[in-house]
């Protein structure tokens, strides 16, 4: 039998290559600096795709792999691969999420002290046969306020790090328990401009999302102290560069360091390559022996894993399971992830524990999976498109999050029932989902019985239970042009307080949602995008 063709089309580790290589099981070629009309003509013969970050792995190059089961990605995001055109055919797509957290956690570190004692701008003015000392007194870090916007693996490690540099360490973090960061010994602040308004350095540690794109943009800036140092080695686009540049001229930013950028490469004529206040390296975060020998091996055992065992491991787009299983709890899988990513949207930011609750039929099967979708779903928000199920544990833990498994033997009112509830605050939230036949619906909130739709616009108001009131909401809906798929009513009792559920055409907007929440009747309402 013909073995299983590999292309690699960007340098890995020599190690990596050894471990694909090892028994001559796969065949392995390595191909790099191909474009995608060579790689749209080269990879219809093979099995796997390796890259980094240059190669780009469009939709072209994916419909063109017939035989394409699996893209690996020698690293952590996968911005540079179409994981969408890739889902949609039955690709794998694969990274190695565990092998830069210390290297880029030093990284950031370096670049902290080297914006503290100006140290570029000095080796350069040696450099240049001057010797200027009196231009580049420092600062020490030692008793001075490092704030870190983003706990995760990496700006943990970097806090550690800050901490045995007699640092204080204020974190910004909505998605981070007080327990966790008790004991990571940071100081949790539930406002940005807390840490704004604190810190003598920033260093930012999150993902890109819509919610983080320039979480530093010229009024958080302005926010700052007079003097602050900013580090960025997480996600180009999470700094506003122009507004950063002009606080640099100002010297309202007495230094910053950047790793990544909005574009790469940076572009020849960027005003940043200018500002003489400003650290620039290019994207070098992963980039030490260590790190790239650690990522080759994670993804080239990954790749073996799925060609020669067919099982999965490190998958951004799909749980770690047979294809028989697979099969089986296909769809609880999805509902699982959809009901964590409702709860997510009316549960306390900063939630200190999950339980999954099963009942019924599904008790029958291994849960580990539909959990790990329901964890997905749950933490998106807080992580961004990074988190999937093979990281969804390891990223509850970064944030001090417990995640349990309970079940009920008897099914109760429904064949297959699951139930997410979150602790956070002092608050506890659910929801609950059931299949009718092969469609699933929400069931409850907050353990009140509702029927909804999964999916698109749920709009759920908590409002006193009076005459009119599904009429006068009904009605501001319509003259802003909001229709309603289906609504759903649960109360606790004539004249108390009542629910309602509606499944909208649209999301209403800003201005819709602050009358409706003007009267005194609403209690609360909340816009849920699945």
Not at 219 to 236: D, Y
Request: hydrophobic letters at 40%.
């Amino acid at each position: 039998m013909t073995p299983p063709k590999v292309l690699v089309a960007d340098s890995i580790s020599k190690s990596g290559i050894d471990e694909l290589s090892r028994d001559g099981a796969l065949d392995v070629a390595i191909k790099t600096g191909l474009n995608e009309t060579e790689l749209v003509d080269q990879i219809p013969e093979f099995s796997a795709l390796i890259v980094r970050s240059q190669t780009k792995v469009t939709a072209a190059i994916l419909n063109a792999g017939a035989k394409l089961r699996v893209v690996g990605r020698a690293g952590v995001g996968v911005d540079n691969v179409d994981v969408e055109t890739a889902t949609r055919r039955g690709i794998v797509v694969l990274n190695a999420p565990g092998g830069n957290t210390v290297s880029t956690a030093e990284h950031a570190f370096s670049l902290l002290l080297s914006v503290a004692r100006k140290i570029p701008q000095a080796d350069a003015n040696v450099r240049s046969k001057n010797w200027d000392k009196k231009n580049f007194e420092g600062v020490e870090l030692y008793n001075k306020t490092l704030g870190i916007i983003g706990m995760g693996r990496i700006g943990s490690e970097l806090s550690r790090r800050a901490i045995a540099f007699g640092m204080c360490v204020v974190a910004y973090d909505p998605y981070l328990s007080a327990t966790r960061a008790r004991s990571l010994q940071v100081e949790l602040v539930d406002e940005l401009d807390d840490l704004l308004t604190s810190a003598d350095f920033i260093s930012l540690h999150t993902p890109l999302t819509a919610e983080t794109r320039h979480i530093l943009d010229e009024a958080r800036l302005q926010k700052t102290k007079r003097g602050v140092r900013i580090i960025n080695c997480a996600r180009g686009g999470l700094v506003d560069e122009a507004a950063l540049l002009k606080a640099l001229q100002e010297a309202h930013v007495a230094g910053a360091a950047l790793d990544v950028f909005e574009v790469e490469p940076l572009p020849v004529d960027s005003p940043l390559r200018s500002a003489s206040n400003l650290v620039l390296t290019p994207h070098l975060g992963a980039s030490t022996a260590e790190a790239q020998e650690s990522v080759g091996i994670e993804i080239a055992q990954s790749i073996r894993a799925v060609l020669l065992e067919g099982t999965i491991r490190n998958a951004v787009n799909m749980p770690n399971l047979d294809a028989k299983t697979l099969a089986i709890i296909g769809p609880h899988l999805r509902f699982g992830e959809k009901l964590g990513r409702f709860l997510s949207q009316i549960a306390p930011r900063r939630a200190d524990s999950l339980n999954i609750n099963y009942s019924g039929k599904v008790n029958e099967v291994d849960t580990t999976a539909i959990t790990r979708a329901a964890l997905k779903g749950f933490l998106q928000l807080a992580g961004g498109s990074e988190v999937n199920e093979v990281n969804a544990p390891a990223f509850a833990e970064t944030l001090g999050l417990k995640v349990s498994e309970s079940r009920l033997s008897a099914p109760g009112d429904y064949t297959d029932m699951l139930e997410l509830s979150a602790v956070g605050e002092g608050e506890t939230v659910s929801v609950g989902g059931a299949f009718f036949g092969a469609t699933p619906r929400i069931v409850s909130i907050n353990s009140r019985p509702v029927e909804a739709r999964p999916h698109g616009v749920v709009l759920v108001l908590e409002n006193t239970d009076r005459p009119g009131m599904v009429g006068r909401i009904g009605t501001l809906l319509g003259d802003h042009g909001v229709n309603i798929a289906t609504m759903s009513l649960s109360r606790n009792q004539a004249g108390g307080t009542a629910l309602t559920v509606l499944n909208l055409d649209t999301a209403p907007s800003e201005a819709l949602l602050t009358k409706i929440r003007a009267s005194e009747d609403i209690h609360s309402a909340q816009v849920i995008q699945l």
